[in-house]
């Protein structure tokens, strides 16, 4: 990676932190009060979290006929997700480090960019299946509101974008390239009144497009391995609600099975949805409403989230820029790995 783009993402992040001091010393002191083996025990599950989602960017690999570490995969994928936050591109600067490092190690980059297109959409699908039972739980107790169900529409035609532009990557390059040029065009018209220059290249999308082509050309039409995927994206979701329960433990706050799945689905969709990266500000504001309607205290609501994106957040970002260090430090020859 060029030593300037590095170096700027680093800033970027270091950037991010001093930015956020106030909220991080918030974020100390709650924690100061907590039991420290529950919150032990969160960081133990989000440590095992990033594994998890290697797996499932394995099985989306291997779907794609490559093969690679889960250790390597979930490096990348901790770099990725902080490249995203610092460099807030709509998620084409995480995709763009899937590329180079899959190049880097033999693999064709078209297929990597596949391999993370894909890794967005199983685990949207399998985030959707979670939102179901949280927005049942808020149904049940009357709580559902016309906020929860917009944001919910938004991901599902996300969502559906998504696969339909896969679709017609499998069917036609020639075809997703012309929609992508238009909706290029569309934006550049759009934006050409802010920066008075063209905001995407139209060539790029058409030379995008045959990339996808590319990497959908040895997917697997096998159904029974195209689950294996969303079962991880599952398992992925289930730990992180376990993450909450240890924060709702951690702070001796009395929940139940709804108030967790409730809970984390309007957080985690909000997280989504929201204009912020990651939903820095957004969550934090959101979270602790979508508890107190769950029969939970604000106060409380407060202490648990504050928790729950200490480990979920602020711990995955760190993590992620020592990740992202590691690749520098390969990709430029200092260290290699197996």
Do not use: C
């Amino acid at each position: 990676m060029n030593k300037f783009i590095f170096v700027v993402i680093l800033f970027l992040g270091v950037a991010l932190v001093i930015l956020s001091f106030g909220e991080l010393e918030t974020i100390l002191k709650t924690l100061k009060s907590g039991n420290h083996w529950y919150l032990l025990l969160a960081l133990t599950i989000q440590m095992a979290w990033f594994l998890v989602v290697g797996q499932m960017y394995q099985s989306i690999y291997r779907l794609l006929g490559m093969d690679d570490s889960t250790l390597n995969l979930s490096v990348v994928a901790a770099a990725a997700a902080f490249v995203n936050v610092v460099m807030p591109t709509g998620g084409m600067g995480g995709i763009a480090l899937f590329a180079a490092e899959a190049r880097r190690r033999g693999h064709p980059s078209g297929k990597a960019t596949v391999a993370a297109a894909l890794f967005l959409l199983f685990d949207q699908a399998a985030f959707l299946v979670i939102l179901a039972m949280g927005l049942l739980v808020l149904l049940r107790r009357g709580n559902l509101s016309a906020g929860e169900i917009t944001a919910s529409l938004l991901l599902l035609a996300l969502a559906l974008v998504i696969a339909f532009l896969l679709y017609l990557g499998y069917r036609s390059a020639v075809t997703l390239g012309n929609v992508l040029a238009r909706g290029s065009h569309v934006i550049n018209r759009l934006t050409r009144f802010v920066i008075h220059r063209d905001y995407l290249s139209e060539d790029r999308a058409h030379a995008f497009a045959h990339e996808i082509a590319e990497g959908l050309s040895g997917l697997t039409e096998q159904p029974n391995v195209m689950v294996r995927p969303v079962l991880w994206g599952l398992l992925n979701k289930v730990m992180l609600m376990a993450i909450l329960a240890a924060a709702f433990l951690a702070f001796d706050v009395p929940f139940s099975a709804g108030t967790i799945v409730g809970g984390f689905s309007i957080g985690y969709l909000f997280l989504i949805v929201s204009p912020t990266p990651s939903g820095i500000g957004v969550v934090e504001g959101l979270m602790p409403l979508a508890l107190s309607s769950l029969r939970v205290a604000w106060s409380q609501g407060v202490i648990v989230t504050l928790a729950y994106r200490a480990v979920t957040f602020w711990v995955p970002l760190g993590v992620g820029a020592a990740a992202f260090r590691r690749l520098h430090v390969n990709g430029n020859g200092v260290r290699q790995d197996g």
